[in-house]
């Protein structure tokens, strides 16, 4: 059980570039989500999911898209790099809601020139 | 609308000390409350949670927290304090939205330990 696993650890990206931050689970999860973590802000929700092909927005999901097509994976993909985007980004998931206890990946660390 | 306050955004206290961390709340529903904890270069985790039982909540390691919700507060304590809980706290609450619950996150407290 290897519980939440994010790909990749660290990212540096130029700007303009696209990639995919990968997340996935093996805990069967319906709820995922994706956050970024920014000093002195805390995390905050960028898209969430709660099931296979159901997915929303959170507090800040511009410049960012997610999809659901299976219950174990949810990647986030970023369209268009910005340094704005300079983060960590924190994957999560829980059984079924925002009131379960969320289990957190270890998190990618990306850097945008 | 939900949001979280975090009063204190580093703490210090003494090995063997109590800790006390503050956090405020504001919600319309009834919320489901949370701290995180997250050592360095780690994801988080879950150290205690409140969803309308008890009020008064026991976590792992020592700590636990009460639920107040004439003061909209949810603070953290621990009656003595030790070396491995230095580390960023975190106060999230939920709120049901017809299902689709999401996480609001506090801004964070760092907890250092004097040896």
């Known amino acids: 059980n290897a519980g939440v696993t994010q790909t990749p650890k660290f990212q540096v990206l130029k700007t303009g570039q696209s990639m995919t931050l990968q997340c996935a689970q093996d805990?069967?999860?319906?709820?995922m989500s994706w956050y970024r973590q920014d000093p002195g802000m805390g995390l905050r929700l960028i898209h969430y999911?709660?099931?296979?092909?159901?997915?929303d927005q959170g507090e800040v999901p511009n410049g960012y898209n997610v999809s659901r097509s299976t219950t174990e994976d949810f990647p986030l993909r970023l369209l268009s790099a910005a340094p704005s985007q300079t983060s960590v980004y924190f994957c999560?998931?829980?059984?079924?809601?925002?009131?379960?206890?969320?289990?957190f990946g270890p998190g990618t660390r990306l850097t945008v020139l | 609308a939900q949001s979280v306050t975090q009063l204190d955004s580093h703490v210090s206290v003494s090995e063997g000390t109590p800790v006390l961390l503050r956090c405020n709340y504001s919600?319309?529903?009834?919320?489901?409350l949370f701290w995180y904890v997250q050592h360095p270069n780690k994801g988080l985790q879950l150290l205690l949670k409140?969803?309308?039982?008890?009020?008064l909540v026991k976590g792992i390691n020592g700590f636990e927290a009460e639920f107040k919700k004439s003061e909209t507060s949810f603070h953290l304590t621990k009656p003595s304090a030790h070396m491995s809980d230095a580390a960023e706290y975190f106060c999230?609450?939920?709120?049901?939205?017809?299902?689709?619950?999401?996480?609001?996150f506090g801004t964070g407290t760092r907890l250092t330990i004097i040896p």
């Open positions: 409140y969803t309308s039982a008890a009020t």
């Open positions: 919600s319309s529903y009834s919320p489901s």
């Open positions: 999560a998931s829980s059984y079924f809601t925002g009131s379960d206890t969320q289990y």
């Open positions: 999911s709660v099931g296979a092909g159901i997915t």
């Open positions: 999230v609450v939920s709120e049901a939205n017809f299902g689709n619950e999401k996480l609001t």
């Open positions: 805990m069967n999860h319906e709820y």
